[in-house]
């Protein structure tokens, strides 16, 4: 018996390219199905994220034309990673794929990734094999995210965006993790089981435009590295205790110049610099230390992630 397939793709804002993302899945759909690799009953999960264009209206009548397309609709727009585990924790199937609306990434992957389920893996992280088509400043900005992931000790996939194969047991431990501070990339990884990585080549957007501008991405990188890493608050302390270091070399010098060489001029500079100084690394870490509690704030509130509105 082939597995059923659950395809799950956030959609905020997406009604330019909806229409040909469904003709692009319907022709995976029926070609997996033919060769027997996935079950009849497969779906897609279209997860409209608050839309405030005609992205549900389409959805809605996808599912009317054709069973196989369904939709999750969220109360208001919760982000992508909020959009993301929704559908995730409400699509059925045996194995749950995620993908984004725009098809930048190449669905025809999910072949492959089926063929490396099949070989017992539990998670197949889809890959960026090149990034082309993305302009300078999003592979720049993205490389340098992961770079700096990587030496704040996260554990990521490089070059892995949200696209990935999950097993069913694997989206259930997914269920597991209750936090509010959503970074599925960081999360996924710790899961553990078999996981392996599967290659594809990265697409332009074929219509509409980024929904991660400077900000969002941005959001997205703070939220990686404060729900994962402690490093930050490492530094800090570290810095501190430089600074501490640094200022008792400065008064052995003072004691030196003073009392060998006698020179010691009352210094305008020796003492604003500093105060300037000390003044923009203590504002410095406790925004860090901020950042940190503000995490903390959020989520002991336990406030719920997500409100499904309607399922089709
Ligand atoms: N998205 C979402 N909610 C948001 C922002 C984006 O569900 O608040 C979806 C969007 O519809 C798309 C995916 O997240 O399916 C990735 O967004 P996009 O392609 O704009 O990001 P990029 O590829 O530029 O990083
Ligand atoms: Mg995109």
């Known amino acids: ?60 009548q996808f599912s009317t034309e054709d069973k196989r397309f369904g939709g999750i609709k969220l109360s208001r727009n919760c982000g992508h990673q909020r959009a993301l585990l929704a559908g995730l924790l409400t699509a059925e199937g045996d194995l749950l794929v995620s993908l984004d609306a725009d098809l930048q990434d190449d669905p025809t992957a999910v072949i492959q990734m089926l063929a490396a389920w099949r070989e017992g893996h539990e998670i197949v992280f889809g890959v960026r ?30 070059d892995h ?5 999950m097993t069913r047991r694997a989206v259930e431990c997914l269920r597991e993790y209750g ?15 078999r996981t392996t990585t599967v290659r594809y080549v990265r697409h332009e957007r074929f219509a509409g435009e980024s929904k991660y501008p400077l900000r969002k991405m941005l959001a997205l990188a703070i939220d990686g590295i404060t729900s994962f890493s402690v490093v930050p608050l ?16 400065m008064v052995a010098w003072i004691f030196y110049g003073h009392l060998v060489l006698d020179s010691t001029v009352p210094g305008w500079a020796s003492t604003v610099v500093p105060t300037y100084f000390l003044g923009g690394v203590q504002l410095l870490s406790i925004g860090i230390l901020g950042e940190y509690i503000a995490k903390i704030y959020l989520e002991t509130k336990q406030r719920p992630r997500y409100f499904v509105e309607r399922v089709l």
């Open 1 to 60: 018996m082939p597995p059923r397939l659950g395809v799950v793709i956030p959609c905020y804002n997406e009604e330019a390219v909806l229409p040909e993302t469904r003709r692009h899945l319907a022709a995976l759909l029926d070609r997996l199905v033919a060769d027997e690799h996935i079950a009849a009953d497969s779906r897609v999960y279209f997860v409209d994220d608050g839309s405030r264009d005609a992205t549900w209206r389409l959805i809605e």
């Open 129 to 158: 094999d090149q990034r082309d088509t993305d302009t300078a400043f999003k592979r720049l900005t993205a490389q340098g995210f992961y770079r700096v992931m990587s030496r704040m000790g996260v554990d990521l996939v490089y």
């Open 161 to 165: 965006a949200d696209y990935r194969l």
């Open 179 to 193: 936090e509010v501070n959503l970074f599925l990339r960081g999360i996924i990884p710790q899961i553990g089981f």
């Open 234 to 249: 490492r530094l800090i302390s570290m810095l501190g205790l430089a600074t501490c270091g640094l200022s008792l070399a």
